[in-house]
C-alpha cells in the first residue's frame, strides 16, 4: 500500500514538471554549398624546404662580412610581403623581432607532423637567415674591436606574412596548428586567413573615418602641443606611436 502511495506520488511529480516539446514537423535546412577547390594545384613539393643556417656565398673564399644592428629593419609595417598570395591562410606578424634558425625549424617540424599533405602545401614567405650577429666571449675586456660572428638572423617587421598554407582544407581545420606555432615565435604573431585580414583592413579603415577624438597623437604632434615634437622618439614622428 505504501508503495504504491509512493508510485502515484512520483507520476503525478513528473506530470507536473514541464518537460521539452519536441517538434516533429519537417522543414527546410538551408545547408551552404561546399567550398570547391578545383582552382588549386598541389606542386609537387607541398612541404617546406629545409633553411640553411648560414647563408652561401657563392664566393667560398670571401669572409662573411660583420653587420650593423640596423633596427630599422624590425620597426615599422610591412608594406610588401602584408598579403597571402593563394588567398587561404598563414601566419601574421603582429610585432617586429627576429628570427633566428631555431624558429625556422619550430615551424617546419611543427607542420610536418601535423598537416596532410596528401592534399595541403606551405611555402615560406621570408628569406632564410642573412644579417650576421656578433657576439664577443664570455669574460672578455672592453675593447679589442667587434666581436667574432655568433650567430644569423630574419628581421620581420610588423603585418610580414611567415608562412602559408593552402589546399583542400578549411580554415577550422588548420587555426589550431598555426595559433600553437606562432605562441612559439619570439614576437607576436597570429593564424590568419583571407577573410580575417580582409576584416581587419575594413575596421582600421571604419575606425579612421569615424573617429570623433581629433586629438590624436598624430595631431599632437605634428601641431607641436606641449612641445612633443622634441619629447618623443624620432620614430614617433613617422608612425606617432602606433608602432614600437
Not at 24 to 29: A, L, S, T, Y
Not at 181 to 200: C, G, R, Y
Not at 226 to 231: A, T
Amino acid at each position: 500500500m505504501i508503495f504504491h502511495k509512493m508510485l502515484k506520488f512520483t507520476t503525478n511529480q513528473l506530470s507536473c514538471t514541464a518537460l521539452p516539446q519536441v517538434n516533429n514537423v519537417r522543414g527546410i535546412k538551408n545547408f551552404k554549398p561546399p567550398i570547391l577547390y578545383d582552382h588549386i594545384q598541389i606542386p609537387e613539393r607541398p612541404k617546406l624546404h629545409y633553411i640553411d643556417r648560414v647563408p652561401n656565398y657563392s664566393n667560398s673564399q670571401l669572409r662573411p662580412p660583420k653587420m650593423h644592428k640596423m633596427l630599422g629593419l624590425m620597426r615599422g609595417p610591412e608594406t610588401v610581403h602584408n598579403k597571402l598570395i593563394h588567398k587561404q591562410y598563414g601566419i601574421q606578424a603582429t610585432g617586429g623581432g627576429r628570427m633566428r634558425f631555431i624558429h625556422f625549424e619550430v615551424i617546419r617540424m611543427g607542420l610536418l607532423r601535423k598537416l596532410d599533405w596528401s592534399r595541403m602545401f606551405a611555402i615560406w614567405r621570408i628569406d632564410s637567415p642573412w644579417q650576421a650577429v656578433t657576439k664577443k666571449g664570455q669574460g672578455q675586456r672592453m675593447g679589442g674591436g667587434k666581436g667574432s660572428i655568433d650567430h644569423y638572423v630574419t628581421p620581420i617587421r610588423t603585418g610580414r606574412i611567415i608562412i602559408e598554407i593552402a589546399g583542400h582544407c578549411e580554415y577550422l581545420e588548420v587555426k589550431d596548428i598555426l595559433s600553437k606555432i606562432s605562441a612559439k615565435l619570439p614576437f607576436k604573431a597570429k593564424a590568419v586567413s583571407q577573410e580575417i585580414l580582409e576584416l581587419d583592413s575594413a575596421k582600421e579603415q571604419w575606425q579612421i573615418e569615424n573617429n570623433q577624438n581629433k586629438y590624436t597623437l598624430e595631431y599632437l604632434i605634428k601641431n607641436n602641443m606641449d612641445d612633443l615634437q622634441r619629447k618623443v622618439k624620432k620614430i614617433d614622428h613617422r608612425f606617432f606611436g602606433k608602432y614600437v
